[in-house]
């Protein structure tokens, strides 16, 4: 490596690019994970012959990335005068949307037979919205294709399910996690330890870009990132202490079970809703009888409803503890 390359490599923390968008993959072989969607992809770019497509899917997993690599590989250095990013939920309203989108199909084209349009979070559209955007996609069919993106599909109507091919992304697995986050912390010359990959890979819960925002913050603040670091960045509590927790309401001591919660949420920031997930992510891996986790289930519905519906966190948290106690009694 040259002197040059080797300050290239240099990472400088706090000055460096956003790496979410310094890695944003350019090519769909760049994907990490999706198996059965990339390879589906790559044949309609191949083909030259894009339906209309809809991506449904939990947040930071490249539905962006992957609309992005599509509209670079058919128009090559031209890919942003070729697509349009809008997105639904844009606070000047739908009718704002919908002129973009007739100003974009009608404007003149420079020798491609279609443009892609990419709407993000099209479920955020009223259905009302959504039977004019279907109608525009039927007027500018001819020179334009959608690529809508959503979190839920079931939240689309059917007339427009039916114009597109749909395609589910589901959350990345630890294995695509791990190969991205070990990949960009070589290109970036940081030490990450194994339990620190391993720990970015748990906090980030199958989205990508938690992943590499939790790799970038946690490059920052030391020469290695390890799972100390990881945990403390991500405002994640190791699997162990929420576990602990669970054990000491289990075993009926709710002082101490009340105490770990405070710790949870006091000393690693963690917010109610986290402590919950991080429960429900967890439960079957707890050494405790089926029953217990059965339980701890059934009473994690009735506090994720209630939290949802408005409730106060760290009582409906309290609650959960105190039921788990108080069964110990019985
Ligand atoms: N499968 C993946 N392979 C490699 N990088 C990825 C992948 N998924 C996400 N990323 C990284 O995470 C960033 C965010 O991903 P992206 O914008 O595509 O998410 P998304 O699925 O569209 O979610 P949202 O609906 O929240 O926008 C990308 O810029 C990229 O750096």
């Known amino acids: 490596m040259s002197e040059a390359d080797a300050e290239a490599a240099e990472p400088t923390p706090g000055k460096t690019e956003v790496w979410i968008e310094k890695y944003r993959p350019e090519r769909l072989d760049e994907i990490k994970g999706h198996e059965n969607i990339i390879p589906r992809l790559k044949n309609y770019v191949e083909q030259d012959d894009l339906p209309h497509i809809m991506f449904a899917g939990p947040a930071g997993v490249g539905k962006t990335a992957?609309?992005?690599?599509?509209?670079?590989?058919?128009?090559?250095?031209?890919?942003?005068?070729?697509?349009?990013?809008?997105?639904?939920?844009?606070?000047?309203?739908?009718?704002?949307?919908?002129?973009?989108?007739?100003?974009?199909?009608?404007?003149?084209?420079?020798?491609?037979?279609?443009?892609?349009?990419?709407?993000?979070?099209?479920?955020?559209?009223?259905?009302?919205?959504q039977s004019a955007l279907r109608r525009t996609m039927e007027q500018f069919s001819n020179n334009t294709r959608f690529i809508l993106s959503c979190n839920y599909s079931s939240q689309i109507i059917d007339p427009i399910q039916s114009r597109c091919a749909v395609f589910?992304?589901?959350?990345?697995?630890?294995?695509?996690?791990?190969?991205?986050?070990?990949?960009?912390?070589?290109?970036?010359?940081?030490?990450?330890?194994?339990?620190?990959?391993?720990?970015?890979?748990?906090?980030?819960?199958?989205?990508?870009?938690?992943?590499?925002?939790?790799l970038q913050a946690a490059a920052v603040m030391g020469e290695t990132v390890d799972e100390e670091t990881v945990f403390a960045i991500t405002s994640t509590a190791r699997p162990e202490e929420v576990e602990a927790m669970v054990d000491h309401a289990i075993a009926g001591d709710f002082t101490a079970a009340r105490a770990a919660l405070e710790d949870l949420l006091m000393e690693r920031g963690l917010a109610g809703g986290d402590v919950i997930d991080q429960l429900h992510r967890s439960a079957w891996e707890f050494d405790?009888?089926?029953?217990?986790?059965?339980r701890l289930l059934e009473?994690?519905?009735?506090?994720?409803?209630?939290?949802?519906?408005?409730?106060?966190?760290?009582l409906q948290l309290e609650a959960l503890l105190a039921a788990l106690a108080l069964e110990n009694d019985e």
């Open 168 to 214: 589910r992304f589901t959350e990345l697995t630890d294995d695509a996690i791990e190969a991205q986050v070990r990949e960009i912390a070589d290109t970036e010359g940081i030490a990450v330890t194994d339990d620190g990959v391993d720990a970015l890979v748990y906090a980030a819960d199958g989205d990508m870009r938690k992943a590499i925002n939790g």
């Open 66 to 129: 992957s609309s992005q690599a599509i509209a670079r590989e058919i128009y090559g250095d031209d890919w942003r005068e070729n697509f349009l990013e809008l997105n639904a939920s844009d606070q000047r309203g739908i009718d704002v949307v919908r002129d973009r989108i007739k100003d974009f199909a009608r404007s003149s084209f420079g020798g491609y037979n279609y443009r892609i349009i990419f709407l993000d979070e099209a479920d955020a559209l009223t259905s009302d919205a």
């Open 288 to 294: 405790i009888p089926e029953q217990a986790t059965v």
């Open 299 to 314: 009473r994690l519905g009735e506090v994720d409803y209630r939290i949802t519906e408005g409730a106060n966190e760290r």
